[in-house]
């Protein structure tokens, strides 16, 4: 599996879980001129922008720790632009990340929510 397909599973998985866990997701892959997001979502109130990282073993770290000061910087930039663009600067917001780990036949082996994975 290529790592376009497994990050897309990684998204699909990640939309039910949060679901699941009562998010309600309001868009997918919103795209600006500073990036993307891949799922922004409402929890309880509290729009919540977050960042999905799959990986399909756990050799070199997980895959969380995959995202360095400037994919937070993009996320940052592209979170306000969201935000701008549909008058929701007055929202309480917050940047979570989805941890996804797959076996090497494809199949999901662990998937963590990380609330709060870093700060504006």
């Not at 599996?1 to 699909?12: F, H, V």
């Not at 701008?84 to 917050?94: A, N, V, W």
């Amino acid at each position: 599996m290529g790592n376009k397909e497994l990050g897309d599973l990684g998204e699909e998985h990640a939309a039910r879980s949060l679901a699941l866990n009562g998010y309600s997701i309001i868009a997918r892959k919103f795209r600006c001129r500073f990036g993307e997001i891949d799922i922004i979502a409402l929890d309880r109130g509290t729009l919540v922008f977050i960042e999905v990282r799959s990986r399909s073993d756990e050799e070199y770290g997980l895959p969380y720790e995959t995202i360095n000061y400037v994919k937070k910087r993009h996320i940052r930039k592209v979170a306000v632009t969201f935000q701008l663009k549909y008058g929701l600067l007055d929202h309480d917001s917050r940047f979570d990340c989805v941890s996804v780990i797959f076996e090497k036949n494809g199949n999901l082996k662990n998937i963590e929510l990380i609330k709060d994975a870093f700060w504006s």
